[in-house]
């Protein structure tokens, strides 16, 4: 839709109180138009970016944004994590600007596993100190890899690369955590009350797409959202420039990082109504990750006889 402007959401489990905390979020949903589709991380990302082959090779996407070199053979990302070990296995537990990593410290970190993946053919690197690249020869062969927050807290043996083609990503990973866990500056960072940066977490492998396009400019702090924007040729801003700015028809707002539902509610859907005064917006899709979205126009206030939204239920 030409008109709309849209939110990215959380999946509203994941919203404190959930969507009836925020009454006058429910009595807009309920107004709305609803259509569900594929819940979660990449489906709802793929309804509002045109790519071909249709998946996101997050590592390429996002070395675009760190680096100039992406469109040289493919990429894994192979991030510092946090993990902590319990009576089995063990969970991870940090990641990404979490982990308060340093370039000075990142690039000591790497030191140690220059040479082990040099080794395999993977040269490492760290343009960005919380984002880790591996540089892949073309036609390497990769296993399914869990993205860094479907792992979040769980049992890191349920996340682990599996199969024939995992097994020398195992042994990587294996062999990474060890380099890291003797690593002198964990001991530094330990004493300074920082997580400890003892592994790496492979994910996102694959080359830039063959074609990548967007509706309207990007709002949004992920870098994924940021670097598929520069490949599109379309301006990515932060969320705080949001404050000075006008988003337009087509663009697309991401508020995944929203934990409390009263957010929601004030500022974000105030500032949304506003939106629809300007001629140029038709509509608002609220754009949530379990895979319901709901179209508000303005003519849909006068639908007063519709009850809030309650339940997990699409209301047409």
């Known amino acids: 839709m030409s008109d709309t402007l849209t939110l990215l959401l959380p999946d509203p489990v994941r919203l404190r109180g959930g969507i009836a905390a925020a009454p006058a979020l429910a009595r807009l949903l309920g107004r709305a138009d609803c259509v569900a589709d594929r819940p979660g991380g990449e489906s709802q990302l793929l309804r509002h970016i045109d790519l071909l082959p249709r998946r996101l090779p997050v590592a390429a996407i996002t070395r675009t944004l760190d680096a100039e070199d992406a469109m040289h053979g493919a990429w894994l990302r192979a991030d510092p994590v946090h993990l902590r070990a319990d009576m089995v296995s063990g ?13 000075d410290e990142a690039q000591a970190l790497l030191k140690p596993l220059k040479p082990l993946f040099g080794d395999e053919g993977f040269p490492i690197s ?3 100190p919380d984002r880790w690249y591996l ?3 073309t036609g390497t062969e990769l296993p399914e890899f869990s993205t860094p927050e479907q792992a979040l807290g769980d049992d890191l043996h349920a996340h682990l690369p599996a199969g024939d083609c995992g097994r020398r990503w195992r042994r990587l990973l294996s062999e990474a955590q060890v380099l890291l866990h003797n690593h002198p500056l964990n001991a530094a960072r330990a004493a300074a009350g920082k997580p400890t940066i003892n592994s790496v977490w492979f994910w996102g492998g694959g080359a830039l797409p063959d074609r990548l396009l967007l509706a309207g400019n990007v709002w949004s702090d992920d870098p994924l959202l940021q670097g598929s924007a520069k490949l599109a040729g379309r301006d990515a801003s932060t969320l705080a420039h949001l404050v000075d700015g006008q988003p337009g028809a087509g663009d697309l707002v991401d508020l ?9 509610d004030a500022p974000w859907l105030p500032w949304a109504i506003e939106q629809l005064a300007r001629p140029q917006i038709g509509s608002i899709c609220f754009d949530f990750a379990d895979g319901r979205q709901f179209v508000y126009r303005p003519s849909h206030r006068w639908r007063f006889w519709r009850r809030p939204l309650r339940g997990s239920e699409p209301r047409g």
């Open 91 to 103: 969970r991870l537990l940090a990641h990404g600007p979490a982990l308060q990593l340093g370039a």
């Open 126 to 128: 760290a343009p960005v």
């Open 135 to 137: 540089s892949l020869p």
């Open 256 to 264: 995944r990082s929203l934990r409390d539902v009263a957010q929601l």
